[in-house]
């Protein structure tokens, strides 16, 4: 196949990306240099972007690897491949797909990056020692929130929303679990063990009636309206307001800074299924508590699962036993 004849085809992909697809700039550009580069690798072996096979696409991924090329930019050209060859079948211009049932390479898969099991305890820990730093009249109450927070996104590996959506009558303290409302509108039962409770409870009893009252202010009136609009919500702000996701990004980050680095919401999330995973916990089970609707998507703490089988067998197997 010619380079006129590739260049053809590209530009017919490049205008459906634009006009149908509506995509970024940046992305027709990444998308660009993705099919070219796999252009040149076909036109070494006499063959076009319409006649490659099976085949070609998983030497061309190979031969990145064997250039060191990192996971994550073999994923973004095999996933600029299959753009194209959908919608060169789509416009009927091949009969088959070549990048068809072919496998994500596995170095992928990079594990989401967590706390250690001392860094979450400084992390958990922070709230009490900013309340003295913080001052003021609701410092104390706001530090029961923040803990009560961290110990939630933690103990239950809550996302960002559910956190900040989560209601009172979600919270289910005698029987210690959470229902959690996740993506899709879907539900799960989190349980909560005993730190979380203790965290929560003295929130509830405490910190959350002294955030529901209506700060002073010159429209009195309206702040009252704000603290009864929320009084369902589990998680309140100063005045009764809700919490917004970026205050709980931030707080997150404070917090965290007591364990030496900084970690995000989402941290503490994949920390409670590593640290899950690590001592023991089946995948399932982990699925379940994150609310993944495919377990292919937990795979990705496989590893720590290996990882601690291969330690368990290394210390119990007459013969795996160091000498």
Known sequence: M?????????????????????????TIAAYTTDIHQFAEFLSRHKRGLLTARRNDVREFLQQLFSYQVDGRSVGRKLSALRHLYRYLLLDKRIEHDPTLNIESPRQWKVLPKSLAQDEIQATLS????????????DSIAIASRDRAMLELLYAGALRVTELVNAKLADLKLESGYMLVRGKGDKERIVPLGRPAQNALSQYLSTGRPALAQA?????????TTLATGNSAVLFLARGGRKLTRQRVWQMVG?????????????????SCATHMVENG???RTVQTILGHADISTTQVYTHLALDRLRTVYQKHHPRAKAR
């Open 254 to 270: 404070t917090a965290s800074a007591a364990s030496g680095r900084h970690a995000s919401p989402h941290m503490l999330r994949h």
């Open 2 to 26: 010619s380079v006129q004849a590739n260049a053809a085809v590209l530009a017919g992909f490049l205008d459906y990306l634009r006009i149908e697809k509506g995509l970024a700039r940046l």
């Open 126 to 137: 922070a709230p009490a020692a900013l309340q003295a730093q913080r001052g003021g009249r």
């Open 281 to 283: 916990a089946d995948l």
């Open 215 to 223: 700060k002073a202010s010159r429209s009195a009136g309206k702040t």
